[in-house]
C-alpha cells in the first residue's frame, strides 16, 4: 500500500518528517474534517474539478474509498471511527439497541453507551489539546483536554451541549443561535430543507474558524451533517436513476451546488492548517439512491414467523401493536438495514424457538429474506450477515441477523398494516436516498512529504484513529482492530 509510494527514500526518512521527528521538528497538529454521507462516487468520479480545495488535496497527497464498517449508519460510524473497535466491540448497532433480551426496552446509543477510549480521550492523557466539534457520539459532552461541541443527537440548545459549560455562552456570542441538526429534513419540504442545511453549515464552519483562530490546539475535528441531510432530501432530484426523479426539476443541482459551498468553507479552513498540520477529510459511510422499502414485519408476519393479536386498519410501528409472542419467531426493525430478531426459548420472555433449532430458523430466514424480489419480481440481491461473521467480539444485544435489502438500495420498513411488502413511502417520511458502504478519505501530509495524486484502495474506517495516533507519535493500543495504514511497515 502505502510503502511502495515512498521508493527511492529511506524508511526513516519519510517516518521522521511525516511524524516531525526529524532535525526540523515542529509542533505537529492534525485537522480531520468529516463530512457525514460523503460520497466517493460524487467527490473523485464526478465532482472534483468543480471542488478546488477537495482537489488540491488529492492531488497534493492521498485519496480513495473509504470502507465503513457494518452496518455503515452514523450512529455507530462515528464512534468506531474514533476508537478503532467494531460495532460489535462497541455493542452499539444503531441509534436505537435492545437494552435486554426483553420485547420493549430500548436504549439510546448516546455517548455514555460508548464505553471505549476514543481518540480525543487518548490524546488527553498525552497532553495533547482537542477542538471537537459535532461528531455523533458526544452528546452528553465529556470531560477532554480541550474544548467539546456535541452532536446532532443533542436535544436542543437548552441542553448542556458544550465542555467546558461556558464555551455555551461563546457560541451564542459568535454565531447566534447555533443549530445541531435540520430538525424536519424528511418534511419534504425542500426550499426550507435548503435553506436550513446552509445555515446549519455556515454557523458551524464559523464557530470553527473562530475556535482555530483563538485556541491552543494538537487535535481538531468537525462533522458537517448537511451532507447527509441534504442526500436523503433531494438525491431522488439529482439521480436520473432515482424512480421519482424528473429531468429539469428546481433543484436538480441543489446537490451539486451544496458540495461547492462545502468545499469553499473547507478551503477557509484550511488556512489554519500550517506546515505542521496533517489534513484528513473524511466520511463516516457514502450514499445511494433508494429504490424503495421492503416491510420486514409483513415479510414475516406472511411467512408464519410473526402473529399479531390484532391487526391493525392502517400502517402503525410495531411497538404499538398487540404481538401474539407465543405464535412469534422471530420480527424486525425498520431503517435504513433491517435488523431481525429471533424468539428464543430461554432468552426471550416467551422464546419459542429450541435452542437446538436457532441455527436452523435462522438459515430458513436468511434464505428466505434474500429471495424477497422487486415489486415486477426481480431479483435484488439482498445481503444477509450473522453478527459473529462480522465482528471478532459480540456486545450487548446484537440482531440475529443484519439484513442489506437489495444491497442497499432497498430500506427496511419496520411498520404493519396493510399487508404490502414493497412500498414507496418511507414510514419516517420522505428519503431520497440510503447509505452505502463506501465513505471518502483524502490526506494531505504535514509539509507535503508523500508524493501526491495517488488513489489508494483497501481503507476501513477502523484504520483511521491508528493513523493519527502514529502521526502524533503516539503508540497505538493494542486493542484496536484497525491499522495505522502502512506506516507500520515503515520502521
Not at 80 to 93: I, T
Not at 132 to 148: A, C
Request: charged content about 25%; some cysteine; glycine content about 10%.
Amino acid at each position: 500500500m502505502l510503502e511502495k509510494m515512498f521508493s527511492g527514500q529511506s524508511s526513516r526518512d519519510v517516518r521522521d518528517r511525516t511524524l516531525g521527528t526529524g532535525p526540523e521538528k515542529a509542533r505537529r497538529r492534525v485537522m480531520v474534517i468529516g463530512l457525514d454521507c460523503a460520497a466517493p462516487e460524487l467527490i473523485f468520479d464526478r465532482w472534483l474539478d468543480d471542488l478546488p480545495n477537495l482537489k488540491s488535496i488529492c492531488r497534493s497527497g492521498l485519496h480513495g474509498p473509504l470502507r465503513s464498517c457494518d452496518p455503515p449508519i452514523t450512529v455507530p460510524a462515528w464512534s468506531v471511527m474514533m476508537s478503532s473497535k467494531s460495532p460489535g466491540r462497541l455493542g452499539v448497532y444503531g441509534f436505537r439497541n435492545r437494552a435486554d433480551h426483553s420485547y420493549d426496552r430500548y436504549s439510546i446509543a448516546n455517548s455514555l453507551a460508548i464505553k471505549e477510549d476514543r481518540l480525543w480521550d487518548i490524546l488527553s492523557r498525552s497532553g495533547k489539546r482537542s477542538i471537537v466539534i459535532g461528531v455523533p457520539g458526544t452528546y452528553p459532552p465529556s470531560p477532554l483536554n480541550g474544548l467539546m461541541i456535541t452532536d446532532f443527537l443533542t436535544p436542543d440548545t437548552t441542553c448542556q451541549y458544550t465542555h467546558p459549560p461556558e464555551l455555551k455562552q461563546e457560541i451564542e456570542r459568535v454565531v447566534g443561535e447555533y443549530i445541531l441538526d435540520v430538525r424536519d429534513f424528511r418534511s419534504g419540504n425542500k426550499e426550507k430543507i435548503l435553506a436550513d442545511i446552509y445555515e446549519m453549515t455556515r454557523k458551524r464552519f464559523q464557530l470553527a474558524r473562530h475556535l482555530l483562530a483563538k485556541e491552543d490546539w494538537d487535535f481538531f475535528m468537525m462533522v458537517e451533517m448537511g451532507v447527509d441531510r441534504i442526500h436523503h432530501a433531494l438525491w431522488d432530484n439529482m439521480d436520473p436513476a432515482h424512480r421519482f426523479y424528473v429531468p429539469g426539476n428546481k433543484f436538480e443541482n441543489a446537490i451539486h451546488d451544496y458540495y461547492r459551498e462545502v468545499d469553499r468553507e473547507i478551503g477557509e479552513l484550511l488556512a489554519f492548517a500550517d506546515d505542521g498540520t496533517n489534513v484528513l477529510v473524511v466520511s463516516d459511510h457514502g450514499a445511494k439512491r433508494m429504490d424503495g422499502g421492503i416491510c420486514v414485519n409483513e415479510w414475516l408476519i406472511a411467512n408464519g414467523y410473526l402473529a399479531l393479536a390484532e391487526k391493525p386498519a392502517r400502517a402503525t410501528p410495531l411497538s404499538k401493536v398487540k404481538i401474539d409472542w407465543s405464535r412469534t419467531k422471530a420480527w424486525g426493525d425498520g431503517g435504513y438495514y433491517a435488523r431481525v430478531f429471533l424468539n428464543v426459548a430461554g432468552r426471550e420472555p416467551n422464546g419459542t424457538i429450541a435452542p437446538g433449532d436457532y441455527e436452523k430458523v435462522r438459515d430458513e430466514l436468511s434464505a428466505g429474506l434474500k429471495a424477497i424480489a422487486d415489486e415486477n419480481g426481480q431479483e435484488i440481491g439482498t445481503q444477509v450477515f450473522r453478527p459473529e461473521e462480522l465482528y471478532k467480539e459480540v456486545r450487548g444485544v446484537a440482531p440475529d441477523l443484519i439484513v442489506y435489502f437489495g444491497g442497499l438500495y432497498w430500506r427496511s420498513v419496520g411498520t404493519v398494516g396493510g399487508g404490502k411488502i414493497h412500498t414507496f413511502e418511507n414510514d419516517t417520511g420522505p428519503d431520497g436516498a440510503n447509505h452505502a458502504e463506501n465513505g471518502i478519505f483524502l490526506f494531505r501530509s504535514a509539509n507535503g512529504d508523500l508524493p501526491g495524486g495517488r488513489r489508494i484502495d483497501g481503507l476501513r474506517i477502523i484504520d483511521i484513529a491508528p493513523m493519527i495516533l502514529q502521526l502524533f507519535g503516539l503508540p497505538v493500543p493494542g486493542d484496536m482492530e484497525g491499522k495505522p495504514l502502512a506506516y507500520a511497515d515503515l520502521s
